[in-house]
């Protein structure tokens, strides 16, 4: 044999080798493969799909999440309602610091049971400074504690949503009420719209969530509660599912005190603008130029 | 580089067609040959990469949450590297411009080392993005056209654009002047002039646009500065110089490769002022921060004396601080100017100062305190070392067979008149 050959040889010898070692690295791969299926890789954005089309992945998602949590769910599409621009108010006089809104946003948008996810964060502020530098979130105890207020923060909807401008595909928008959404099926997980985020309002989905059964709430919409797939971000979409259709936020009918304040701006009649027009109201960071459509306001 | 064509290599257009395919070939069968020396090399990289692959797989099955990043720090050290990565990729034009702007006729002689370096640099960046998504199966929402590209709003898609195209060019440049070298023709400027001061400018837009990917959002105070880009910009001068000054000692010892004095000296001329430029711009943003202080400053303090008793990175950047003064005197020092030992370490340092300053050093604290001020620290934890240690080694083996190729090409040991027939 000539050392041409014999070279030749040993090292489709080591190719081999190295493709067997290279195939057993990526192992690991096969289960999750086997979970990709090729009408979901080739789905188009939100924006594209045609109304058959986006029945057709409605009824996929309720196949999916039947044969993968066994719950007959189902899942919707509200749309915008016409002359309607959502906005909250939040009245940081009543607010007591339950937690019962962030515990209810926990249960209606299907959060992952295991990291006790939700769209809200509840601060607890030293009276005398609405500097967030002191501000604690895992406070326990009796509430409201002496000497303290509470500050729930969750998405703001920004007019001018930094967090939109940053993503790369256009997974993230503002919907015509004034609603920042999220194409699920669309984002790639890159997190740049976490980083954006001024108000920590973002979540990214590290794993799969988990949720038991018999609490998968079966009432739920494409853009906001449907069950999440992983690697992918969400955010409070002011309940669509719920507030399209008429219906408060679940946040809103969770709490005891009655300091949130939910409506239609372009309503004249609504409680919103009657809180807009009557008390001196604030935003979170204004200086950000975000011009977000969730306020504060004191009582006394 | 610049050869005296002989009328028997030239060689019809239409040949092109066969040439090629056998250049590429010969340059592939080349790719596995070399000694005890070289075997042990690419087997460890190999190895080093699998286990990187291994830990990318389980995290891709697994999903992110096998890292240590949280929705508080939910980028660590895979965009940390990206960052780094970077600035390597664009500290390879500080050949490119002594070799093409300043004509260094030593330089010009070495500098296919900073264009495979840059792609080296780019192929690990590209690889440090796609490990960070959630979802790398809808990568392709990222291509124009076909998905959606936020451009020019996003400033992500202008680093798609640019390190796309760095790395185009780069590839462009090395493969053609390989090409016609491994022909035995001289090649004709207009097709990799141009293309070489383009580059030049396109390694100055990489890290530019790098740094406005941080710097433009107003919610993170410790990153929305304008010094951002120019600290970038003069620690890659650093990187790229240092990596280049090993990479060539490397070649003196182990190729026939003749590296003129006269290139590294350069190389060690640029790294004396860039070391002190870019200790300069930290020390600006140090000033700023803590002089102004208020809410500006809790970040930095965090990075430099922890806060609230977290301190995970405080050894950290102290050490980086340490091992960027420490190269710097060295540097400067006029004994060790002729010293290998003494300049060696001198690079190596540098190397480590600003991985670590421009790595966790700058990405972590711009997530601690988090935008409502809770403080969630982070470090890499082994799947995030498998994975960054595997695309590491990755380009290494990219860079380790584009000089391998340059330099039989450019010793006559690989040329096509010798072909196997």
Redesign the interface.
Known sequence: MSDFTR?AAL?VA?ATV?AG??A??????Q??AAT?TLEE?LQR?YKELSREQMERTLRRIEEQTLAQHGVQVDVADPRPLPDVQFAYALNLSLCIGCRRCAEACHEENNHDRATNNSYI?V?QLKKGSL?????V?DYAGEVPAEGHFYMP?QCHQCDNP?CV???????TWKEADGIVVIDYD???????C???????A???????PTIPPEEINPDQGYLSNRIR?????EKCTFCLHRTREGRLPACLEACPTGSRVFGNLLDPDSDIRWVLENKRVFVL?ED???QPRFFYFFDK | MDHAPTPSTRIPTAEHITSYPRFILRALWLA??GGVGFYLWMFVL?ALM??G??AF??Q??????VTA????V??GMYIGNFTYGVGLAAGGVMMVIPAYLYRDKDMHDVVIVGELLAIAAIVACLAF?NV????L???W??LPIV????WP?????WD?VVLAGYLLLNLHVVGYLLYMRYLGRSPSKSWYLPFVFLSIIWAISIHTVTAF??CG????PFWNSAVLAPRFLASAFVTGPAFIVLTLQVIRHVTRFPVAEGAIETLLKILRVTVILNLFLVACEVFTQFYTGG?HV?SATYLFFGLHGHDALVPWIWCAIACNLTATAILLTASFKKHTGWITAACGLALMGVWTEKGLGLIVP??VP?????IVEYLPNQVEWKVSIGIAALALIVFTLGLKLAIAVFTGEMQRHDEPT
């Open positions: 070279r090292k080591a190295g070692a290279c057993r690295a990526l192992a690991p791969l289960g999750w990709l890789f954005h964060r601060l500097s967030l530098d002191h501000a979130v923060v930094p401008d940053v993503c790369p595909v256009e997974a669309w984002c790639i997980g890159c997190r740049y976490e980083a954006a985020c001024p108000y920590h973002r979540r990214f989905n590290w794993s799969a797939p992983a690697g992918v971000m960071k950000l130029g975000t | 596995t040959e190999t699998l286990v692959l291994n797989a389980h891709t099955a697994e999903g992110l949450a990043m949280t929705d508080h939910s980028w993005v960070d998504l959630g979802r199966d809808r990568a929402h990222m998905g959606r590209f936020n709003v996003s400033m992500l898609t798609v990917l941080y959002l107003g919610g993170r809410a809790t711009g997530f988090s935008t409502l001020h809770e």
